[in-house]
T-cell receptor, first 112, second 113 residues
Framework: KNQVEQSPQSLIILEGKNCTLQ??????????LRWYKQDTGRGPVSLTI?????NTKSNGRYTATLDADTKQSSLHITASQLSDSASYIC???????????FGKGTTLSVSS | NAGVTQTPKFRILKIGQSMTLQCTQD?????MYWYRQDPGMGLKLIYY???????DKGEVPNGYNVSRSTTEDFPLRLELAAPSQTSVYFC????????????FGPGTRLTVT
């Protein structure tokens, strides 16, 4: 069964610190892996999209990595800001392009 | 561009009532999607459309209907509301296939009591 598992479920960090969120998936074969940021009460917003041949992609202070062999991805946030407080969702697209499988998300809280 | 807009933002329905969730995008995207997000769960695809006049079922279509008469609009219809349909509903669009970035609307929070 195609699944996307994210860890940790929630995370609290101090402003200015770095953090890394994890995503493991069983979707195979897959075509792309995305990370979304979802603020409370808002729709998800795309951070990065990586194809199976890409290892890393950055978007400002957000850097996503992908290891297609181990079926793992991570999202690293550098120098966190209060505005980074949100849910971060990992999404995997199957190769046929017929399905996007969403993880449950990691809730990040950045405190001052 | 306004992007993807959804109305209403909130709605409370009684069991058995019906309603239509509206979704409009002004980016001339061919593909549009409806998702539901239950607390603590990942988004689930309800229906999608690859263009005007074409719709198809997603993972959880039961209890819902859609239509796509224009490129811009993709309304979601609930005919007989049930408590299990209490959720947050998101509409999304993308210019081409699912390999491309999806743009989400702000969501509609629906409660069925």
């Amino acid at each position: 069964k195609n699944q996307v598992e994210q860890s940790p479920q929630s995370l609290i960090i101090l402003e200015g610190k770095n953090c890394t969120l994890q995503c493991n998936y069983t979707v195979s074969p897959f075509s792309n892996l995305r990370w979304y940021k979802q603020d409370t009460g808002r729709g998800p917003v795309s951070l990065t999209i990586m194809t199976f041949s890409e290892n890393t992609k950055s978007n400002g202070r957000y850097t996503a990595t992908l290891d297609a062999d181990t079926k793992q991805s991570s999202l690293h946030i550098t120098a966190s800001q209060l505005s980074d407080s949100a849910s971060y969702i990992c999404v995997v697209g199957d190769q046929a392009g017929t399905a996007l499988i969403f993880g449950k998300g990691t809730t990040l809280s950045v405190s001052s | 561009n306004a992007g993807v807009t959804q109305t209403p933002k909130f709605r409370i329905l009684k069991i058995g009532q019906s309603m239509t969730l509206q979704c409009t995008q002004d980016m001339n995207h061919n593909y549009m999607y409806w998702y539901r997000q239950d607390p603590g769960m990942g988004l689930k695809l309800i229906y999608y459309s690859v263009g005007a006049g074409i719709t198809d079922k997603g993972e959880v279509p039961n209890g819902y209907n859609v239509s796509r008469s224009t490129t811009e609009d993709f309304p979601l219809r609930l005919e007989l509301a049930a408590p299990s349909q209490t959720s947050v509903y998101f509409c999304a669009s993308t210019p081409q296939g699912r390999g491309h970035e999806q743009y989400f609307g702000p969501g509609t929070r629906l409660t069925v009591t």
